[in-house]
């Protein structure tokens, strides 16, 4: 064989080996948590960190190194069979493990069920009925939507509390807005006026999550639950707006409860803990349904989907995870970010999620095809809190408000036309839903911020920080 030969058969065996590495490489089970790398890189006798590099590089380092590890003498074997042992590792400890429930928990499933299955109908008739309208149609109506993104400033500050804030939420009919204080103190304030309303005292430790009733201000009565808060003192309080006392206090988390969320049905609420636990409580008996575990460290993020089937919860083990509510199943595990997950949201069109993580980043996940479809490095610090634009609230729960008329002709929904994320870096930003570019970053608070919330009318970004302001974000020409 010729000299040039030779080399074009070295350069062929090259190139082939490289292609095997990347094609090794993505199939490859790299840990996601940064200890667990930290670890594995030592076992190999690599530098455990090199000079600038982070953990999504350090974790891409790892992904590299063991796709180098080539077999030789009979290495295929032994590759073989550490993945085979692997496997059946990582299949013992992703086993379901199911317990027994009780009746009660059998009912809220039945009544689950059957709230959902028509909300599903109904969403997916709504959908297929839009695809009738031209794109033409949809084109005008994103640009001149985002255009008024594009033009949102500062539309009011104020003072909420002597400790920073830490949540913020509009009620359903975008009238009031609450906010709540790492001392423990909720409060309800008027909007536009930004006056204050009502003070709501019963924790004694920071507020992790607040949420209002979802048809608070609409048709539920001021001496029923409106609202609902919870704390760092492990307590989740249920709220009217007649007292400053919570009128049901729902104990079970043993730590910290984080993010908490109402079931679209007004009858059950979830909450995420530091105990490693979520649990589902039923308001009107004021008692714990179900305590669900499946997460390796502590709960942080919750939400429920618009047709009430579905609940996604994220961890500080980096990991979400989205549970079918009417059989108790894991529907969807969601790896891909390297940190802890504190924001998580479902979009109004049913079938996206949307995680925002302490790695800076934002994903987008498709429950049809169980995978993540978008990765945004959405900021230069942790995404503390993310929220879809989720549309006006349907005054009667048995209309069709899904599209809107404008004369003659059929204006498709706004719902989740737009994504709101807010930081640590300072910031809020929007983002377009469909190709998930950036469309407004609104600077204003001289410290971290913590929460964000969109008004259900759309004329409104509420946001909360460090600097113990709340404020609201308005289209420079707004006339309200």
Known sequence: MSESSKRARDQHNEIMEMFERKKRARTLAVPTEDKKVREKLREMGEPVCLFGEDNMDRRSRLRQLMAKDTPVDGGDEKMASADEEEESESDEEEEEVYTPGTETLLKARRDIARYSLPRAAQRIARQRGENAISVAVFKAMRAEEFEKLKIYANYSSQIGDDRPLSQCAFSPDSKFLATGSFGGLCKIWSVPESKHIHSLRGHTDKIGGLKWHPRACISQGRGAVNLASGGGDG??????????????????????????????????LGSAGFDGTWRLWDIEAGAEI????????????LGFQCDGSLAATGGLDAVGRVWDLRTGRSALTMEGHVSDILGIDFSPNGYQIATGSADNSIRIWDLRTLRSIHSIPAHTSLVSDLKFYQGPVIQDENADASMQMDGEQTRPSKSGLYLGSCSFDGTIKLWSADDWKLQKSLVGHTGKVTGMDISSDGRFIGSSGFDRTFKLWAPENADY
């Open 235 to 268: 307590i989740v309080n249920l709220w009217s707006l007649e007292s400053e006392t919570p009128i049901h206090s729902l104990k079970g988390h043993t730590a910290r409860v984080a993010r908490i969320d109402f079931h679209p049905m007004g009858r059950f």
């Open 290 to 301: 179900l305590t669900q575990r499946g997460h390796s460290r502590e709960v942080y993020a």
